[in-house]
């Protein structure tokens, strides 16, 4: 059974950052493209970055670009997710993902960004 956990959400002020971790386990995670996607209130799910399997190759959508960092460790089988530069526009709940959809997802977790 595949499961994916998300942790290091928080409050943040604007301008702040926040690390994002997921814990993943039954599957090959080292031969699995992984995501992060994200929900914002009233929201649908919107596909924030993709990483390839064995870590090389790397994708952003254009209001995380620069901002955003997403990296894995295969040995941990762990996914992350660095985020500098944080704004209000950020706040969402944030999934790990092993489709760009977001339909396998992990429970999320909450970034706020706000004074």
């Known amino acids: 059974e595949v499961q994916l956990v998300e942790s290091g959400g928080g409050w943040v002020l604007p301008g702040g950052s926040l690390r994002l971790s997921c814990a993943a386990s039954?599957?090959?995670?080292?031969?699995?493209?992984m995501f992060w996607v994200r929900q914002a209130p009233g929201k649908g799910l919107e596909w924030v970055s993709t990483?390839?399997?064995?870590?090389?190759?790397?994708e952003y959508a254009d209001p995380v670009k620069g901002r955003f960092i997403i990296s894995r460790d295969n040995a941990e089988n762990t996914l992350n997710l660095r985020m500098d530069s944080l704004t209000p526009e950020d706040t969402a709940l944030y999934y790990c993902?092993?489709?760009?959809?977001?339909?396998?997802r992990g429970q999320g977790t909450q970034v706020t960004v706000s004074t």
């Open positions: 993902a092993t489709d760009r959809r977001g339909t396998n």
């Open positions: 039954g599957f090959t995670f080292s031969s699995t493209a």
């Open positions: 990483i390839s399997a064995a870590g090389r190759f790397t």
